[in-house]
């Protein structure tokens, strides 16, 4: 079983920033995408960013801009770099990890952000 444990969320200000880190218990060093989702209270799930195994990124318009995605093959884990937060980015952010090659998907727990006004 794949364990993803996220790390680095925490209480900013607004216009503050935060790094989310999300550490995989597997290589990720195959065809897959490790994506960073998050839910506020009350909302749906919604993908924030997306990166594949060759580096490609994409955002949701709402954080495009803000919020750079990387990841490091090597050390099997992704990064979310979250800047000029705004309180409407607070949420629960949720680690996802997609292995392409056996269509197998996992979940990390979540980390709290809460960005003030």
């Known amino acids: 079983q794949v364990r993803l444990v996220e790390s680095g969320g925490g209480l900013v200000q607004a216009g503050g920033s935060l790094r989310l880190s999300c550490a995989a218990s597997t290589s990720i060093q195959t065809p897959s995408s490790m994506n960073w989702f998050r839910q506020g209270p009350g909302n749906q799930r919604e993908l924030v960013a997306a990166i594949d195994n060759t580096g490609h990124a994409d955002y949701a318009r709402s954080v495009q801009g803000r919020f750079t995605i990387s990841r490091d093959n090597a050390k099997n884990t992704a990064y979310l770099q979250m800047d000029g937060l705004k309180p409407e980015d607070t949420a629960v952010y949720l680690c996802?990890?997609?292995?392409?090659?056996?269509?197998?998907?996992?979940w990390g727990q979540g980390t709290q952000v809460t960005v003030s006004s």
């Open positions: 996802h990890f997609r292995n392409d090659v056996y269509m197998t998907d996992y």
